[in-house]
């Protein structure tokens, strides 16, 4: 259906462009603010929450003047947001590193297998994906207490390696793989192992990008494991939980500390961005 | 598809224990704790914990405040996504700046962003600056009833991208052949998104319409930030009973709240896809 690039199509184009560039402005704003001086970013936050009908915070755009103050604070004067970026770090890399090893491997079961009762382990996956975290927390602080898991960092890793929504989202895409891969492979001599390793992981390249983006960004968002798992444990708490306490304490710093923050996120996007807007196709539950 | 069935247990057992683990375990040992009175002999009382959960006010307005928000936010997501992908779809090629720019915020952290939220809604900010362009008084969005509207920008802000990806990726399997002999039958265009678009979209726009609600009842997290562990009444959700039943080791409360909130959820999504089974019998 080739249509004729008319006026409707310029309206569309020009809305949905000023619709892109809004949802951009919040990370734009947080770079550009960083790269003012901390005495800058504390005199202008110290204009919000003023209500006198007659004032206005400035319409404060870019820096006054460049500088590099907030970056030097927060990465060589004050070590506060580094501890805490670093253990953000560390967390998403072994949540990650241990979703590679089972989570694949499950959805591959789960899809290229005939065994008995496979329907109900994934609809029972279906049904756990469902669940908000609450519905589970106390039970399961109950079981990493008597694994002796409650405050360390085992406590926030180990239920994040089993999280059904991703099981969910590789499976569905390995369901729709033909069967020639893998019998084609087969004539070769290719074991089962050899198979799935050489065979179908390649294959699933995209969701396996996607489903790594998509979780890493959960990684790095985590607030309710580290809230209810590390209580005790200030010192194993990542960025996300402790970062509006730095915003509350108006340091200054805080926009530096958020490009920081957001930094990492926007080069995971930027690798995988093309494995996401290609692998996130959910058809229907087969 | 492989049958022998023992080569499928290297594969399936490592997720399964896990599963069972960290998953089904807890769940299970969850209803029996919701069931009994957390004393030294840990005594069975049936239903008893429920009545008195139920009962409590602060549930009954956080369950009352998650139910609307939800209402509010899994809706409107979905909606809003579906036009998005549907303008988006029309505009193609030409969308991938714009596909690009909408997906990135489902992966930035919500607590970086809170700062320009902050910002954007203080009574002397921007926001205020445009509702006073239009003529309209300033608003107090950080405080009360007004403080939902940031939260909920917020979250659609957040999950936008992700449902307009999936609609996208649908709405762009259907062979543009089908449109093109639609149009020559002379069928409208409003006639050839019911009979067309809307048939071959319904199991994934249904698998949008879970995740939205899913994330919706997640909304707990915006709302933390903004409104802290005690957040003004309108956005006491009920996550927020939860976690400070358990701040104040009232275990049983907590597991009979998310008893009592799973069975709402399970109860919604029952439904929903009993109504996707009829409806895509219906199509077809």
């Not at chain 1, 409707?8 to 550009?32: C, E, H, K, N």
């Not at chain 1, 805080?254 to 926007?266: K, N, R, T, V």
């Not at chain 2, 005690?230 to 907590?254: A, F, H, I, R, S």
Request: aromatic share 16%; proline share 5%.
């Amino acid at each position: 259906m080739r249509k004729q690039r008319g006026v409707r199509f310029r309206l569309i184009q020009g809305f949905l462009g000023v619709l892109a560039v809004l949802m951009l402005l919040p990370m734009l704003q947080t770079f550009l603010y960083s790269f003012s001086s901390i005495s800058e970013m504390k005199s202008y936050m110290g204009t919000r929450g003023s209500f006198d009908e007659s004032r206005w915070m400035d319409p404060h755009l870019i820096p006054n003047m460049f500088s590099l103050g907030q970056y030097h604070q927060i990465l060589i004067t004050d070590n506060t947001v580094l501890r805490l970026f670093v253990n953000s770090a560390m967390y998403a890399a072994m949540i990650l590193a241990g979703q590679a090893i089972i989570i694949p491997a499950m959805a591959f079961g789960l899809s290229r297998f005939h065994f008995p009762g496979r329907n109900a382990a994934f609809f029972g996956i279906i049904l756990l994906m469902l669940l908000p975290f609450q519905v589970t927390m106390v039970p399961n602080v109950l079981t990493l207490r008597s694994l002796g898991l409650t405050d360390t960092i085992w406590a926030v890793v180990l239920p994040m390696w089993f999280a059904p929504f991703y099981i969910f989202l590789i499976r569905q895409f390995m369901v729709g793989l033909p069967n020639e891969l893998i019998e084609a492979a087969e004539m070769d001599g290719a074991g089962t192992f050899s198979v799935y390793l050489r065979v179908i992981l390649p294959v699933c390249r995209p969701i396996l990008g996607a489903a790594a983006a998509l979780s890493f960004a959960e990684s790095w968002n985590l607030v309710e494991q580290p809230l209810t798992y590390l209580t005790t444990r200030g010192d194993l708490q990542p960025l996300s939980t402790m970062f509006n306490q730095l915003v509350k304490e108006k340091t200054g710093f805080e926009f530096a500390g958020a490009a920081l923050y957001i930094l990492p996120a926007l080069f995971v996007y930027l690798f995988f961005q093309e494995d996401i807007l290609s692998g996130l196709q959910l058809t229907e539950l087969k | 598809m492989y049958t022998k069935k023992r080569l499928v247990l290297p594969f399936l057992l490592p997720g399964l224990i896990g599963i069972l683990l960290f998953y089904v375990v807890p769940f299970f040992g969850g209803i029996w704790y919701s069931m009994t009175d957390g004393s030294f002999e840990n005594a069975f009382v049936g239903f008893q914990n429920y009545s008195n959960v139920w009962q409590n006010p602060m549930f009954q307005l956080g369950l009352k405040n998650t139910m609307e928000l939800s209402l509010i936010c899994a809706p409107g997501l979905f909606l809003l996504s579906f036009a998005l992908s549907v303008l988006l779809n029309r505009i193609r090629p030409a969308g991938t700046f714009f596909r690009s720019s909408v997906l990135l915020p489902y992966l930035m952290p919500s607590s970086a962003v809170l700062i320009i939220w902050l910002l954007w809604f203080d009574f002397g900010g921007p926001v205020n600056r445009l509702v006073t362009l239009f003529g309209g008084g300033r608003v107090l969005w950080l405080q009360g009833m007004e403080l939902r509207y940031p939260v909920i920008l917020l979250f659609l802000w957040k999950n936008l991208g992700f449902c307009v990806v999936i609609f996208l990726a649908a709405l762009q399997a259907i062979p543009d052949a089908l449109y093109e002999y639609a149009t020559l039958e002379g069928a409208s265009f409003t006639r050839q998104a019911f009979s067309i678009t809307l048939p071959l979209i319904v199991p994934s726009a249904f698998l949008v319409f879970i995740l939205c609600w899913v994330n919706a009842f997640r909304i707990f997290k915006e709302v933390y930030f903004i409104g802290g562990a005690y957040p003004d009444e309108p956005l006491y959700t009920l996550q927020n009973y939860m976690n400070n039943m358990y701040g104040k080791l009232n275990y049983q409360n907590v597991t009979t709240a998310a008893y009592s909130f799973a069975l709402i959820v399970f109860a919604l999504f029952g439904v929903l896809f009993y109504l996707q089974n009829r409806a895509q019998q219906g199509l077809s």
